[in-house]
């Protein structure tokens, strides 16, 4: 059953009172966070109530539901694609896409510049790094990010905006701090290093149960699915 447009905008209060409440834990600004509704597994209804809300961003991990949802979209709307990408899909993610958030291959870049290229268009990417150290999720590890990210090539049709990660699945947020941490020195050792990292500047990190410590840490956007659309089906 879908929730209503009023659930949505009651959980969208409440979601907005937590960031509120933990940007000032910190003296941050609200302002500085963007917001992306994951809407993967919702319906294109649920996607149009929250366009009504005001949602601007949205996130979905899979290439071909995201095709099915925003080849087409509606003013101001921005497509994150958040999950992996496999090579086959490459192409058509940079179709529909307007930011790729799970990068880890030198290669990958090279083929969504030529993607991005071809489609007349450039593309935001970020850098997933494996801040968890869990086999079962992607991104460069932290052993190896700092030679990877020194060795990303300038590419015109490519715009790098950052770093993503994804928290450890524990149960405590607190058990994510030391990666977040780990993620926003790298993205100030980095940032305007080279005329390619001058945008460099977004952390893509937090989603509802750890985006608490994600914005101690310097989070700048945070994926939120449930606490905005309810259970997926």
Known sequence: MLISKIQMEDNLKLLQKQIEESCTSCSRSSSEITLIWVSKFHPIELVEQAYALGARDFGENRVQEAIEKFTTKQEGMRLHVIGPVQSNKLKKAVQVADSIHSVHSLKTLERLNLFAKEASKVLDVFIQVNTSEEDTKSGVSMDSIHEFLNEMPELENLNYKGLMTIGKNTG???????????????????YNSKTHFKNFSDLSMGMTDDLKVAIEEGSTILRVGTALFGNRN
């Open 172 to 190: 405590n947020p607190e058990d994510s701090r030391k990666g977040f941490a780990f993620l926003r020195k790298l993205r100030d050792e980095f």
